[in-house]
């Protein structure tokens, strides 16, 4: 009897049990559990949903890079924080390298800084993060469904579920371009609203 109020049954067993045959107990029982596993396993956002929902931040960010007037976006920071060309080149480090880890399984070890050949401008960042966003929508689709759950090291160096380490780039660059407007609004400029995607 205890089974019954495993599965979460409101009808008390002995009240229950003399109206039915075991089979059709064992048949009410399996699909009890089904329909809960098929509650509990509900999909609330797609691959596909996820991708749209970063690249919405990347075109936010991309239009933060823009707003930045050119010197401004390689000397310019508050409190001793990094200026946002900087900020960018680790989100555009981040991007496509993780998402061809996931796809691969093949980690390149992480670099922090610029490195010497960071662009040199304003529209060579764009350009870059262009490029960055063609790779993505390139790569994504090759992540295998249950790739999501399975537990990779990022870079040699950040363990968590494919899931995890894609949110944790999602966060990555929303937290970075906070500082961002951070700096546009201390410069006297507008940034664009976080909420147009």
Do not use: C
């Not at 310019?76 to 946002?84: A, I, K």
């Not at 390149?108 to 529209?123: I, V």
């Amino acid at each position: 009897m205890q089974v019954l109020t495993d599965i979460g049954l409101s009808l008390r067993p002995a009240s229950f049990v003399p109206y039915i045959s075991s089979t059709k107990l064992i048949l009410t029982i399996m699909k009890t559990n089904s329909s809960q596993i098929e509650e509990a396993t509900a999909v609330v956002m797609t691959p596909q949903n996820l991708l749209d929902h970063w690249q919405g931040h990347r075109r936010l960010t991309r239009r933060m890079i823009e707003k930045f007037p050119e010197d401004k976006f390689f000397d310019y920071s508050v409190g001793g924080m990094r200026p946002f060309a900087a900020l960018a080149m680790e989100m555009i480090k981040m991007a496509a390298p993780s998402i061809s880890g996931i796809v691969t399984g093949k980690w390149t070890a992480w670099e922090d800084g610029e490195g010497s050949n960071a662009p040199k401008t304003k529209a060579e960042y764009l350009k870059v993060w262009d490029e960055t966003t063609e790779q993505l929508d390139t790569l994504w689709p090759q992540i295998a469904p249950t790739r999501f759950q399975e537990i990779d090291v990022a870079f040699g160096q950040w363990e968590g579920t494919v899931y995890w380490i894609i949110m944790y780039l999602i966060d990555n660059e929303i937290h970075h371009r906070a500082q961002g407007y951070v700096y546009l609004r201390s410069l006297g400029i507008e940034p664009p609203p976080f909420w147009e995607r």
